[in-house]
């Protein structure tokens, strides 16, 4: 069992080197005090390398989007899949690899990496002001969206943020559905804590559904920790109403900002 100071996809996240520099130091310094959690540790790295000879990922990732394929043209009612990336997986346990073949695997690489393409509208990208951040990939172009540009049911989409100053934030989206999703942190208990690079990508891409009419995006900061599962209760009440959850804002506590790119969606063929 995890040490009751760390939760576990905060473990997870620390051997993938993915927290803030505060947080890996101080998960490194129970971990020398801990020989459980110092044993711990290595039964997880060995249950890696155990799925990795068991699963090369050269022969599991086509059987992946093979599977993914054929679930979604099989499909009767649209169903949402959980992001995942390449990185996940080489801390995964056997029984998630089994999974896996429901999940849809994204590679997006940073597109402000060097030897990227040029990406559509980034000139106009402000960093010194709070925001989200949402490019769209369409073959090898990649482009920047902005509020109320077209969108639709397919288009991969990866989220980011600015944080100019704001030390914890929550992003999330509502569908024309009425369907709340989470995007930042990766689940409903999951830290609020923001990264403080000037821009900063989420760990995963997220592919638009068929939902109609549109998908808002909201990101919610404050100077103190959120507490998520009562922002998403109140997404969740704003939903209810889809033609409110377009235009209207969430009602937040005082201390949190918020901010919101509205996609609207193509209409679908019958």
Not at 49 to 64: D, N, R
């Amino acid at each position: 069992m995890t040490n009751k100071q760390i939760k576990t996809w905060e473990l997870e996240r620390y051997l993938l080197g993915e927290l803030p520099p505060s947080r890996m130091e101080e998960i490194s310094q129970l971990i020398h005090k801990s020989p459980d959690l110092d044993k711990e540790i290595d039964d997880f790295k060995q249950a890696n390398i155990e799925v990795l000879e068991q699963h090369p990922l050269e022969t599991m990732l086509p059987e992946i989007l093979k599977k993914y394929e054929e679930n979604r043209q099989r499909a009767r009612i649209r169903e949402r899949t959980r992001p995942f990336t390449l990185k996940r997986l080489l801390y995964a346990t056997p029984v998630l690899v089994s999974a896996l073949i429901l999940v849809f695997v994204v590679f997006f690489k940073d597109p402000t990496g060097p030897g990227s393409t040029r990406i559509k509208g980034e000139e106009s990208l402000d960093l010194t002001k709070t925001q989200v951040i949402i490019y769209r990939k369409s073959n090898s172009e990649i482009e920047l969206l902005h509020n109320r540009d077209q969108a639709k049911a397919g288009d991969l989409l990866q989220l980011g943020y600015a944080p100019a100053g704001m030390t914890h934030g929550v992003i999330l989206s509502i569908d024309g559905d009425g369907i709340v999703t989470l995007h930042y942190p990766e689940s409903r208990d999951g830290s609020s804590l923001l990264e403080q690079e000037r821009k900063n990508l989420l760990s995963s891409a997220y592919e638009l559904d068929n939902a109609p009419d549109f998908e808002r995006f909201f990101f919610i900061t404050a100077l103190e920790e959120i507490n998520v599962e009562e922002v998403l209760k109140i997404a969740e009440a704003l939903a209810r109403s889809p033609a409110l959850a377009r235009t209207d804002n969430l009602k937040l506590p005082e201390s949190c900002q918020q901010f919101s790119i509205l996609l609207n969606k193509e209409k679908q063929n019958d």
